[in-house]
C-alpha cells in the first residue's frame, strides 16, 4: 500500500515547538513535490508550507519564520518544524503532494497548543 504516515503532534503550550514527520512510500515519493496542510476545527484545509524534489521551499507569509520544511528522500520523510507555535495553529497536519492529491488523505496528526 502506498500511503503517507504523519507523527510529531501534541499538546504544547505557546512559545513551544514540535517537529512533525511524514513518512511515505514508493519509488515516485522523490519526485514529487511534498507539502505540510493544516486544518482547525469548522475551517478549511489550509496550505502551511511546500518543498519539492529540488529542494525548494515555500511558505504561507504568516507562517514564514517560525515553520521550516524539509525532506529527506533516502528516507521518504518529510519533515516540519514548528517553532514559536500559537492557539492559532491548534489544527490537524496533513501531508500530500503539492499539486494533485497524489497519495490517500491520511489520519494528520493532531496539534494542540495551549495558552
Known amino acids: 500500500q502506498v500511503q503517507l504516515v504523519e507523527s510529531g503532534g501534541g499538546l504544547v503550550q505557546a512559545g513551544g515547538s514540535l517537529r512533525l514527520s511524514c513518512v511515505g512510500s514508493g519509488t515516485t515519493f522523490s519526485t514529487k513535490t511534498m507539502a505540510w496542510y493544516r486544518q482547525g476545527s469548522g475551517k478549511q484545509r489550509e496550505l502551511v508550507a511546500s518543498i519539492s524534489s529540488g529542494v525548494s521551499t515555500s511558505y504561507v507569509d504568516s507562517l514564514k519564520g517560525r515553520f521550516t520544511i524539509s525532506r529527506d528522500n533516502a528516507k521518504n520523510t518529510v519533515y516540519l518544524q514548528m517553532n514559536s507555535l500559537k492557539p492559532e495553529d491548534t489544527a490537524v497536519y496533513y501531508c500530500?503532494?503539492?499539486?494533485?492529491?497524489?497519495?490517500?488523505w491520511g489520519q494528520g496528526t493532531q496539534v494542540t497548543v495551549s495558552s
Open positions: 500530500n503532494s503539492r499539486y494533485l492529491p497524489y497519495y490517500n
